[in-house]
Nanobody, 124 residues
């Protein structure tokens, strides 16, 4: 079973940046597609970004397109979410997820393993 641990969250002013990392307990890139989701208070968990096995294509929610970038650090077995031009509406707990499918998709049901989350708070 894959264990995922997120880090890099914090408090940032609007317009700032954060680099979120997801560390996996085993080599993930040849076996899992990866995704980032977020959940704001009182709201459902929503898709943010995804990276299939191939690592060639990336997928983003419209709300973060052009501001967030998902990538992988192969040497350190990390999945990175670079978040720029942050807005107060980006405030949420951010979760890393792994899927046994080639592409986990944009729904939470497509992912098999989840981290505990890291809090991102953007002040206005």
């Amino acid at each position: 079973q894959v264990q995922l641990v997120e880090s890099g969250g914090g408090l940032v002013q609007a317009g700032g940046s954060l680099r979120l990392s997801c560390a996996a307990s085993e080599r993930t890139f040849s076996r899992y597609s990866m995704g980032w989701f977020r959940q704001a208070p009182g709201k459902e968990r929503e898709f943010v970004a995804a990276l299939p096995w191939s690592g060639v294509s990336t997928y983003y929610a419209d709300s973060v397109k052009g501001r967030f970038t998902i990538s992988r650090d192969i040497a350190n077995n990390l999945i990175i979410l670079q978040s720029n031009s942050l807005k107060p509406e980006d405030t949420a707990v951010y979760y890393c997820a792994a899927s046994r499918r080639f592409y986990g998709g944009t729904a939470t049901g497509g992912y098999d393993y989840w981290g505990q989350g890291t809090q991102v708070t953007v002040s206005s």
